[in-house]
C-alpha cells in the first residue's frame, strides 16, 4: 500500500507551520484536509494558510470553494484519492476528522437523497426519542440538538437498518500523527488567535462578503454567523468575541474526542515532546516501505 502521512489535530495546536517544515524536508504536497479552508474569501475568521506561509510546498484543496457552494464529503473522497495516487509523498493535513477518515479508509458514505421533511413535525426532543427506539447505540453519540444527524441516522436505518459502526480499514499505508498539547495551552492559543483575527479585520471581511451579497448567517464556519448578529446590532462586540472563543473551544473538545476515539493516531505532545520526533516518526515510515 502506498505510504502517506496525515497531520491533523485540534484548531490552534499548530498543524500548518509544522506541516509545511515536514512537507518541504521530504519533499511532499500537501492535501488540505480542513473543510473551512477549502471556500474562497473566508480568510481571516478561518485562519487560512497564505501563499506566503506555503513557503513553496505545493497545497492542493483550498480556496477553490465559493462561501455557500455544496461539497459533499463523498466528493472530498473521490478528488483525494486521485490526489493521493498522482503525488509522490502525500501529507493529509486539517482538522477535519471524517473528511480525513473517509479519504484514507474504507468508510461508506451514503449517496442516496436526503429527506428530512418527513421529520417537520417532531421536535428535536421528540426526534431524538425515534433514534433511541430504533437504535439506541447510536443515540447515545448524538445530541438531541444535532437535528440534521439524528435525521439521517433514521433516514440510514430506515433504508439498510441499524447504522454499521465497525472500524473502518485503512486503504494506505498511514501514518497518522496527532499533535496535542496541554488544554489550557490550548484554550489559549484559540483565544488569542481569534482577537488577532480581529485585529487582523475580521469584521471587514464579514462586511466585504455581505457588499457582495453573501447571507452570513448560512455560511456555517465559527463565527460568521455571529458576527452577522453583531452588524445587524443584536449583540455586542464584546459578546459576539466571547462566544466565538467558546464556539472554538468547545469545537477543539470534539476534535479531540474525534481523533481518540475515531482514529488510530500517534499522539504527539508538542509541549512536552521533542518535534523532532515526529520527523523520525515520518522517516521510519517511509523508510521502511
Not at 38 to 65: C, P, Q, W, Y
Not at 192 to 204: A, H, L, P, S, Y
Not at 213 to 221: F, H, M, N, P, Y
Request: charged share 30%.
Amino acid at each position: 500500500m502506498k505510504p502517506i502521512i496525515v497531520i491533523t489535530g485540534p484548531t490552534a495546536v499548530g498543524k500548518t507551520a509544522l506541516s509545511i517544515d515536514l512537507a518541504r524536508k521530504f519533499n511532499g504536497e500537501i492535501i488540505n484536509a480542513d473543510a473551512s479552508q477549502m471556500r474562497r474569501d473566508l480568510n481571516i475568521g478561518t485562519a487560512k494558510i497564505s501563499i506566503d506561509e506555503m513557503k513553496n510546498v505545493k497545497h492542493h484543496l483550498i480556496d477553490f470553494l465559493d462561501p455557500l457552494d455544496k461539497f459533499s464529503i463523498k466528493e472530498f473522497q473521490k478528488i483525494g484519492r486521485d490526489l493521493i495516487d498522482k503525488i509522490e509523498i502525500p501529507f493529509i493535513v486539517g482538522g477535519s476528522g471524517l473528511y480525513i477518515q473517509a479519504l484514507i479508509t474504507d468508510y461508506q458514505l451514503d449517496t442516496s437523497s436526503r429527506d428530512e421533511s418527513q421529520f417537520d413535525n417532531l421536535s428535536n426532543e421528540e426526534l431524538h426519542t425515534l433514534l433511541k427506539e430504533q437504535d439506541s447505540e447510536a443515540a447515545v453519540k448524538i445530541h438531541p440538538n444535532n437535528r440534521r444527524r439524528v435525521s439521517r441516522y433514521l433516514e440510514i436505518i430506515r433504508d439498510r437498518g441499524k447504522v454499521q459502526t465497525s472500524h473502518p480499514i485503512p486503504l494506505y499505508d498511514v501514518l497518522t500523527i496527532c499533535l496535542t498539547t496541554d488544554r489550557k495551552i490550548l484554550y489559549d492559543n484559540i483565544n488569542k488567535r481569534c482577537d488577532q483575527m480581529f485585529v487582523n479585520g475580521w469584521i471587514e471581511e464579514c462586511l466585504d462578503l455581505k457588499n457582495k451579497g453573501i447571507d452570513l448567517s448560512l455560511i456555517k464556519e465559527i463565527g460568521y454567523a455571529d458576527i452577522n448578529q453583531y452588524l445587524e446590532g443584536n449583540v455586542s462586540f464584546g459578546d459576539v468575541v466571547e462566544l466565538i472563543k467558546q464556539k472554538q473551544r468547545h469545537y477543539a473538545k470534539r476534535q479531540i474526542t474525534w481523533f481518540k476515539n475515531k482514529m488510530d493516531c500517534t499522539f504527539v505532545d508538542l509541549g512536552k515532546e521533542d518535534p523532532n520526533e515526529i520527523y523520525y516518526l515520518i522517516e521510519n515510515h517511509l523508510k521502511s516501505k
